[in-house]
């Protein structure tokens, strides 16, 4: 059973009472980690019935979960190395945006975020004044991975488009709203010049809002071929807006990347902008 089946026998209320925060992750906990399904009252347990009971669902509830995930991401950051063995990086390098270190290192340098990049199939490092570390999280890897892997795509086109005009992207629509979109505009609600301030950080210049009658219209190159174009409407109070955020692509994005990929990519700049805002409030 998977958990978008198993909520369907909770209230979906969110209330909280089996100890988690929402019922999909109560769900969650119980198909793949094994956790008591009668911890929500209103769940009839012998309802579910006997595969239910026989099927093998994991330990550990959400932590479980976690753990699942992490072996299956290092799984796939491996296989993607040794795919991205077969590439020649001098020959790819160029089309990717990215500087060849010469055949003795064979490394690709580039810029992830406003942060210097080196990759190799041994890994991938960020680049620092204090030297190089390790980019440990491993989606990050699997993103830089892919983003050499597709070699860099077709011909930006200057025509921006928004999720929902990509294909096969009606379920990252929200995914990209709720973790992306709407946490930056939460972030920088009645803060557009530190949102101005944070994007440059990041290589962020500012644009021409082309008739967008935005606060501020922003482009990012979040990797070398992959811009994206941050419009933000900052709140009007007399008017009962609130702020607002709108993330646009080119429409041969998906040569560039996949979309799971371009969703993770998009989280990541929201990510960035918010621990780039802390980092400039505690410098006053």
């Known amino acids: 059973m998977q958990p978008l089946e198993f909520i369907k026998h909770t209230p979906k209320t969110n209330c909280g009472k089996c100890g988690y925060g929402a019922c999909l992750a109560f769900a969650a906990a119980v198909t793949k980690g094994g956790e008591d399904p009668g911890k929500c009252p209103y769940v009839d347990v012998k309802g579910l019935g006997d595969e239910f009971a026989r099927a093998s669902r994991g330990s550990g509830g959400l932590s479980g979960v976690a753990g699942l995930l992490d072996e299956k991401d290092k799984a796939l950051v491996a ?4 795919k991205v063995r077969t590439i020649n990086f001098s020959s790819a390098a160029p089309q ?28 991938v490092f960020f680049s620092g004044k204090d030297g190089e570390y390790t980019v440990e999280d491993p989606r990050d890897q ?15 086109t200057g025509v921006w488009v928004g999720m929902e005009s990509l294909p096969n992207s009606i379920s990252k629509v929200r995914t990209l709203r709720v973790y992306c979109e709407d946490r930056i505009a939460g972030l920088f609600c009645g803060r557009e010049d ?20 935005c606060s501020v219209v922003l482009q990012i190159a979040v990797l070398p071929r992959l811009p994206m174009r941050l419009l933000f409407w900052d709140e009007e109070r007399e008017e009962g807006f609130p702020s607002r955020v709108k993330i646009l692509y080119d429409q041969q994005v998906l040569s560039v990347l996949d979309i799971e990929s371009l969703v993770f ?6 990510e ?7 980092t400039m409030e505690l410098e006053g």
């Open 272 to 278: 960035r902008l918010g621990e780039l805002m802390e």
């Open 96 to 123: 990717l945006g990215c500087e060849w270190s010469g055949l003795k290192a064979d490394l690709l340098r580039f810029r992830y975020l406003g942060r210097d990049v080196t990759l190799s199939v041994a890994g």
């Open 194 to 213: 530190l949102l101005r301030k944070c994007a440059a950080k990041i290589d962020g210049v500012v644009q021409d809002d082309q008739g967008q009658s």
């Open 265 to 270: 990519a998009s989280e990541r700049l929201a």
């Open 142 to 156: 699997i993103l830089l991975y892919n983003y050499v892997y597709y070699g860099g795509g077709d011909p930006l």
């Open 79 to 82: 296989h993607l190395k040794n």
